[in-house]
């Protein structure tokens, strides 16, 4: 059992860092009572770029039985959201009579969520 727990740590030893230092910003900006709007903003752009959301959704994902549905349900909403934003400003669109640009951001936004799809598609092959 504890090799298991030394090998699921080496293996993941970045995950972890990366975590760790986003555990600790959020504490250091509390305690120095930053702005919350920059520390969000702050934390999600290293949380991008670091690939520690898809990595926290990997290993909730890797727990049995119940992983893989909570990371489904984790990552439906997202696609919605994208959909919703791009009817939103749909409808902003229209009311100004950009005909062209809702074509335009249309297809922008279809062609991201098929990419999306493939993504998913060519994952779950490899």
Same mark, same amino acid.
């Given at each position: 059992?504890?090799?298991?727990?030394?090998?699921?740590?080496?293996?993941?030893? !970045?995950?972890?860092?990366?975590?760790?230092?986003?555990?600790?910003?959020?504490?250091?900006?509390?305690?120095?009572?930053?702005?919350?709007?920059?520390?969000?903003?702050?934390?999600?752009?290293?949380?991008?770029?670091?690939?520690?959301?898809?990595?926290?959704?990997?290993?909730?994902?890797?727990?049995?039985?119940?992983?893989?549905?909570?990371?489904?349900?984790?990552?439906?909403?997202?696609?919605?959201?994208?959909?919703?934003?791009?009817?939103?400003?749909?409808?902003?669109?229209?009311?100004?009579?950009?005909?062209?640009?809702?074509? !335009?951001?249309?297809?922008?936004?279809?062609?991201?969520?098929?990419?999306?799809?493939?993504?998913?598609?060519?994952? !779950?092959?490899?």
């Amino acid at each position: 059992m504890t090799m298991r727990i030394k090998t699921f740590f080496v293996r993941n030893r !970045k995950l972890l860092i990366t975590w760790a230092v986003i555990l600790l910003t959020i504490f250091l900006g509390f305690h120095f009572h930053l702005d919350k709007k920059v520390m969000t903003f702050g934390i999600v752009v290293f949380g991008i770029f670091t690939q520690a959301f898809s990595g926290l959704l990997a290993i909730i994902g890797l727990t049995p039985i119940i992983g893989a549905p909570i990371v489904h349900i984790i990552s439906l909403p997202f696609i919605w959201i994208i959909n919703g934003l791009a009817y939103i400003f749909t409808l902003g669109l229209i009311r100004k009579g950009h005909k062209i640009d809702i074509f !335009k951001s249309r297809i922008l936004v279809t062609s991201f969520l098929i990419g999306i799809v493939i993504g998913f598609v060519v994952g !779950k092959l490899l």
